[in-house]
C-alpha cells in the first residue's frame, strides 16, 4: 500500500479548508470531498467541464496532492482502503450510546494503568531534550495530534507532524541523533507500510500502537502498547477517535509539570 494514499483525504480536506472561497484549489478540493466515493468512476473531461476550469489546471491539483496526474490519483484511490466498512460496523447496532460509553470507558481505564508509569515521564523527557520532534502519523488521528502540536507550542516546545511518506523521506535533510521520531500507527499498518524509510533515520524512535509486530523491537527505542490484546480482538475506531487525544492529554500534563517543576 502506497502511504500516500493514506493521506488522500486529509490532503484535499487542508487544501479545502486552507485555501479561500472561491480559488480554483478551493473549488477543486470541494468538488472532490462532495464526490469522494466516485473518485474512481471520474474522468478528467467531467471534472474539468463540471468545474469549468482546464484539464492542466486539474492536473496541476493532482500534483498538490503528491500525484503525477489525474489518472494516478484514479489508479491508486481504487486500492485505497478508507475504512468505510469499519466504521459502519461500529456505528451500527442497538443501544449504541450503551456500548460505546461502555467501550470508552474500558479503554481509558486500561490505557490510563498503562501510562501510569515512569515510561510517561520518560517518553516527555525524550520529548523535551530532542532537537526535533516529528510525530508520524495517518491523517485519522492528524487533527488530535495537531491539538497537542499547538499546545506544545504555546509553552515553548516546536514538533513537527508528518502524514506521508515523501514527508519521511526529506527528514534526514533536518534530523540528527538528537531527534525524536514517534510514530502513532493504531493498527500498525503505517508503520509497517513504511518501514524501509523508518530503518533509514539515524534518530531516537518510539511507537504507539496496539499491534504485536517483532519486527518493531527491533526498529524502535520504545514501543507502547496501547492495549494488552492483539488488534484484531481490539476496535480500533475507538483508539482513532479516543484513545489517541486522551494518550497525548496525558503526555501534555507531564509537560507541564516537568516544566514548572524546572520552572519554566
Known amino acids: ?19 479561500k472561497i472561491g480559488s480554483t484549489d478551493y473549488q477543486l478540493a470541494r468538488y472532490l ?19 469549468h476550469m482546464s484539464r492542466a489546471t486539474v492536473r496541476r491539483f493532482c500534483n498538490h496532492l503528491g500525484y503525477a496526474n489525474f489518472k494516478e490519483m484514479k489508479s491508486q484511490f481504487k486500492e485505497f482502503e478508507d475504512g468505510q466498512e469499519k466504521y459502519v460496523s461500529f456505528y451500527s447496532g442497538e443501544d449504541f450510546r450503551i456500548v460505546l460509553q461502555r467501550q470508552i470507558n474500558e479503554m481509558i481505564d486500561e490505557l490510563a494503568e498503562r501510562m501510569n508509569t515512569s515510561e510517561k515521564k520518560n517518553i516527555v523527557n525524550r520529548l523535551i531534550k530532542a532537537d526535533e520532534v516529528i510525530i508520524l502519523a495517518s491523517s485519522t488521528v492528524a487533527s488530535s495530534i495537531r491539538i497537542f502540536q499547538q499546545n506544545l507550542a504555546i509553552f515553548g516546545k516546536r514538533i513537527s507532524l508528518i502524514v506521508s511518506e515523501d514527508e519521511l523521506k526529506q527528514l534526514k535533510q533536518y534530523t540528527s541523533k538528537n531527534s525524536l521520531l514517534i510514530v502513532l500507527s493504531i493498527s500498525g499498518l503505517l508503520a509497517e507500510s ?17 499491534k504485536r509486530n517483532p519486527e518493531f523491537n527491533r526498529q524502535y527505542n520504545k514501543i507502547y502498547h496501547l492495549c494488552g490484546q492483539d488488534s484484531h480482538q481490539v476496535n480500533e475506531v475507538l483508539f482513532y477517535t479516543y484513545g489517541i487525544t486522551f494518550v497525548l492529554d496525558l503526555l501534555f500534563k507531564e509537560y507541564l509539570d516537568i516544566n514548572q517543576k524546572r520552572g519554566h
Open 1 to 19: 500500500m502506497k502511504t500516500n494514499r493514506l493521506s488522500l483525504l486529509y490532503n484535499i480536506e487542508k487544501i479545502y479548508n486552507e485555501n
Open 33 to 51: 470531498l462532495e464526490n469522494y466515493a466516485d473518485i474512481p468512476r471520474l474522468n478528467i473531461y467531467d471534472v474539468a467541464e463540471q468545474n
Open 194 to 210: 513504511l518501514s524501509d524509510e523508518i530503518d533509514k533515520l539515524e534518530m531516537q524512535k518510539v511507537i504507539f500502537t496496539i
